[in-house]
């Protein structure tokens, strides 16, 4: 089964910039639609937004731009995050857009401060 492995977060100033990578496999992005995925403690993991397609909440709750770029020859998705607003904090993750999920991976930390 595929592992996914979710890297590049980091501590960032608000209008800052930051991309962040998931490591699936070419055959899975290919195949399945993926998607980005933000999680904070205590809540549900709150959909950010697939390939050509960012989430009404994401676009509408100041939490910045974000575009979500795949690249299928290494099986790798990326999230771009500009202009990012402190409401973007959160441990992002990617996996299919569509239930069942695969296991989640470790997800990695974007915080956005002064």
């Known amino acids: 089964q595929v592992k996914l492995l979710e890297s590049g977060g980091g501590f960032v100033s608000p209008g800052g910039s930051l991309r962040i990578s998931c490591a699936a496999s070419?055959?899975?992005?290919?195949?399945?639609?993926m998607a980005w995925f933000r999680h904070v403690s205590g809540e549900n993991y709150e959909l950010v937004g697939t390939?050509?397609?960012?989430?009404?909440n994401t676009r509408n709750s100041m939490k910045g731009r974000f575009t979500v770029i795949e690249n299928t020859e290494s099986g790798i998705l990326y999230l771009h995050m500009n202009d990012l607003k402190p409401a973007a904090t959160g441990r992002y993750h990617c996996?299919?857009?569509?239930?069942?999920?695969?296991?989640w991976g470790p997800g990695t930390q974007v915080t956005v401060a002064s």
């Open positions: 996996n299919t857009l569509i239930t069942p999920h695969l296991p």
């Open positions: 070419p055959d899975l992005l290919k195949t399945t639609t």
């Open positions: 390939k050509g397609a960012i989430s009404f």
